[in-house]
T-cell receptor, first 111, second 108 residues
Framework: SQTIHQWPATLVQPVGSPLSLECTVEGTSNPNLYWYRQAAGRGLQLLFYSVGIGQISSEVPQNLSASRPQDRQFILSSKKLLLSDSGFYLC??????????FGPGTRLLVL | GIQVEQSPPDLILQEGANSTLRCNFSDSVNNLQWFHQNPWGQLINLFYIPSGTKQNGRLSATTVATERYSLLYISSSQTTDSGVYFCAVGGGADGLTFGKGTHLIIQP
């Protein structure tokens, strides 16, 4: 079964600073990968998804971008963080549109 | 896009009680999952259940796809069942749409 790693676990960044969150997957190949954000402890919002290397689809316009440089690596980035980027970021992995599994998440606080 | 509504938003029960959580969705789906988010934020898969009934220990779930709802049953609640329960739906590789969750508190 697949294992999803995310780092860092927590991050405190000043407004205007850059961001890079990393997600890696073990135990599977060619997965669909997803970034979600959870704000205020309720409800997850899909940010990006990828069905393959270099293929990124965005669900909402925002201050963030995503990249997939390798089959099992998914990166979430920002050039300049906003206060509203604070939240809990979760990476997920799915196969063929069925069950999605989630990583442990990264808590981001922008001050 | 598809709408997902969960009820109740909050539920407080005594240990040993049974509970039923409901998820209504606005369109047909290929994927429906129930998750439990623990106090550390980890989303734990409970069921993948786009239709039919499944059981796992004290938990069971039923999805009636034609009527666009799913139910999660928790029997003989324990304090470790506390947390937020999410229903999420989707289709294909497009990701999941989550409900706002049910915040369950089990008191000893």
């Amino acid at each position: 079964s697949q294992t999803i790693h995310q780092w860092p676990a927590t991050l405190v960044q000043p407004v205007g600073s850059p961001l890079s969150l990393e997600c890696t997957v073990e135990g599977t190949s060619n997965p669909n990968l997803y970034w979600y954000r959870q704000a205020a402890g309720r409800g997850l919002q899909l940010l990006f998804y990828s069905v393959g290397i270099g293929q990124i689809s965005s669900e909402v316009p925002q201050n963030l971008s995503a990249s997939r440089p390798q089959d099992r690596q998914f990166i979430l980035s920002s050039k300049k963080l906003l206060l509203s980027d604070s939240g809990f970021y979760l990476c997920a992995c799915g196969l063929g549109g069925e069950t999605q599994y989630f990583g442990p998440g990264t808590r981001l606080l922008v001050l | 896009g598809i709408q997902v509504e969960q009820s109740p938003p909050d539920l407080i029960l005594q240990e040993g009680a049974n509970s039923t959580l409901r998820c209504n969705f606005s369109d047909s789906v290929n994927n429906l999952q129930w998750f439990h988010q623990n106090p550390w934020g980890q989303l734990i898969n409970l069921f993948y259940i786009p239709s039919g009934t499944k059981q796992n220990g004290r938990l069971s779930a039923t999805t009636v796809a034609t009527e666009r709802y799913s139910l999660l049953y928790i029997s003989s609640s324990q304090t470790t069942d506390s947390g937020v329960y999410f229903c999420a739906v989707g289709g294909g590789a497009d990701g999941l749409t989550f409900g706002k969750g049910t915040h369950l508190i089990i008191q000893p």
